[in-house]
């Protein structure tokens, strides 16, 4: 599995913003970000020329590609299977993307974050329709139930990640049951509820010129 393996601060100062990579430790005063907010490399403090409409897209798509933890071919076959289906093709590229295996295991909230939900998921940890999945990329269907195995129970980083203030009751398209340890997709969700801060048509627009 291709996945990026540098440092996730360091995305985050390239995109100008925090996009949230490490789960808990993002919010700290020790994130990297906050100390050195500026671009990473020999240049990053200098000043910028505006960026061109080109450069605007650019960034756009890198972002979202970042946030959910894709290499561009990747990513790029998801936007191909979003541009295919019916609907708007920016919309449907974010559901693909918010149905992969790791990424709702993260918002179940049985993992601080999407490198660590990929993580758990390759170790066999979790459970689709009782069924072991070691595929991060799976596309979750509507109705399955997504759990963790029995032998895994006791881990502490999904008791601690489940321990955070938030992800699981807030998203309408899911349902978490705690005490079993288990969550089901109810349904594909909507734009307004996908808390990604991108503007998906200028990345349609990037693969679209």
């Known amino acids: 599995?291709?996945?990026?393996?540098?440092?996730?601060?360091?995305?985050?100062r390239r995109e100008g913003e925090k996009l949230f990579l490490k789960g808990s430790k993002c919010p700290s005063?020790?994130?990297?970000?906050e100390r050195r907010g500026y671009a990473?490399?020999?240049?990053?403090?200098?000043?910028?020329?505006?960026?061109?409409?080109?450069?605007?897209?650019?960034?756009?798509?890198q972002k979202l590609?970042?946030?959910?933890?894709?290499?561009?071919?990747?990513?790029?076959n998801y936007?191909?299977?979003?541009?295919?289906?019916k609907g708007i093709t920016g919309e449907k590229l974010l559901q693909l993307l918010e149905c992969r295996l790791d990424?709702?295991?993260?918002?179940?909230?049985?993992?601080?974050?999407?490198?660590t939900a990929r993580q758990l998921i390759c170790h066999r940890h979790l459970l689709v329709n009782n069924r072991r999945v070691d595929i991060p990329s799976y596309?979750?269907?509507i109705g399955e139930i997504i759990s963790i195995q029995e032998k895994s129970r006791n881990l502490d980083i999904i008791h601690s990640a489940l321990r955070e203030k938030g992800?699981?009751?807030?998203?309408?398209?899911?349902?978490?049951?705690?005490?079993?340890?288990?969550?089901?997709?109810?349904?594909?969700?909507?734009?307004?509820?996908?808390?990604?801060?991108?503007?998906?048509?200028?990345?349609?627009e990037f693969y679209s010129r």
């Open 1 to 12: 599995m291709a996945r990026y393996i540098g440092p996730s601060c360091k995305i985050c």
């Open 29 to 33: 005063d020790k994130c990297t970000f």
């Open 40 to 61: 990473p490399g020999e240049h990053g403090q200098t000043r910028r020329r505006k960026g061109s409409g080109y450069g605007l897209r650019l960034r756009e798509k």
């Open 65 to 76: 590609k970042r946030i959910y933890g894709l290499l561009e071919k990747q990513f790029r």
């Open 79 to 85: 936007f191909l299977k979003a541009e295919r289906e």
């Open 103 to 115: 990424n709702l295991v993260y918002r179940l909230g049985f993992a601080p974050s999407r490198k």
């Open 139 to 141: 596309q979750v269907q």
């Open 167 to 204: 992800r699981g009751a807030e998203f309408p398209w899911l349902r978490l049951d705690k005490a079993r340890l288990q969550g089901e997709l109810l349904e594909r969700p909507k734009r307004i509820d996908i808390p990604v801060m991108v503007q998906e048509q200028l990345v349609v």
